[in-house]
């Protein structure tokens, strides 16, 4: 199939180990943050989400941190499985315009088996 | 149906050709979206409709882009006198409400040669 990203960043996780996805975002204004995956040919497909008042949320076999002091978020991928490798978006949405979605650069998964 | 049906799931257009992308969103959604992804990054917002209103056009690149909704469901993204820089894929997304809960499609992968 087509590849989403050919020059993403990569990270390569042994099957069953845990992953850590991190991500970056610019608007000290946001208050509503997610985590999409890509499959290749395929458009993004939900995973968590997070508000800004509060600092972690878990999900089945996933949880996401939030750092509003530097900006920083990350998805915690417990006992990575070979479905899990794709490409990793966390997306921002601002607080004023809450419809719009600001995607950051992604973050490509491989799970060895 | 049920989720975000899009076509063309592929397009080849000659530079100078017209193209129109059609988005089938998840029925009853008032809120409809469209982002452009290039290679290797995130998606980008183009444009927004409630219903048949077009709300926000900011992300458009240029006046050769142009989407409508006619009847709030079915939307299509015109591109007139296509260029390689519009070579993408172009995602839709629909949703009951706001940026909560956006279902994407799968896309169109447009390229102009």
């Known amino acids: 199939g087509e590849s989403v990203g050919l020059h993403l960043p990569t990270l390569s996780v042994q099957e069953g180990d845990n992953s850590i996805i991190n991500c970056a975002y610019s608007?000290?204004?946001?208050?509503?943050f997610i985590w999409y995956k890509q499959e290749s040919g395929k458009g993004p497909q939900f995973i968590i989400d997070?508000?800004?008042?509060?600092d972690k949320r878990q999900g089945q076999r996933v949880t996401v941190l939030l750092n509003k002091t530097v900006k920083h978020l990350s998805l915690q991928i417990a006992a990575t499985q070979p479905g899990d490798s794709a490409v990793y978006f966390c997306a921002e949405n601002l607080g004023d315009s809450s419809y719009k979605l600001i995607f950051g650069s992604g973050t490509r998964l491989l799970v060895r088996p | 149906g049920a989720g975000v049906s899009q076509s063309p799931r592929y397009k080849v257009a000659k530079r100078g050709q017209d193209v129109a992308l059609r988005c089938d969103p998840i029925?009853?959604?008032?809120?409809l979206f469209w982002y452009q992804q290039a290679l290797g990054q995130g998606p980008e917002f183009l444009t927004y409709f409630q219903n048949e209103a077009q709300l926000d056009k900011s992300g458009l690149p240029s006046d050769r882009f142009f989407a409508e909704r006619p009847e709030g469901s079915v939307s299509t993204l015109k591109i007139q006198r296509t260029q390689q820089e519009d070579s993408a894929v172009y995602l839709c997304?629909?949703?009951?409400?706001?940026?909560?809960?956006?279902?994407f499609g799968s896309g169109t992968r447009l390229t102009v040669v």
């Open positions: 997304a629909s949703s009951q409400g706001a940026a909560r809960g956006y279902t």
């Open positions: 997070i508000r800004s008042n509060m």
């Open positions: 029925s009853g959604h008032v809120s």
């Open positions: 608007n000290s204004a946001s208050d509503y």
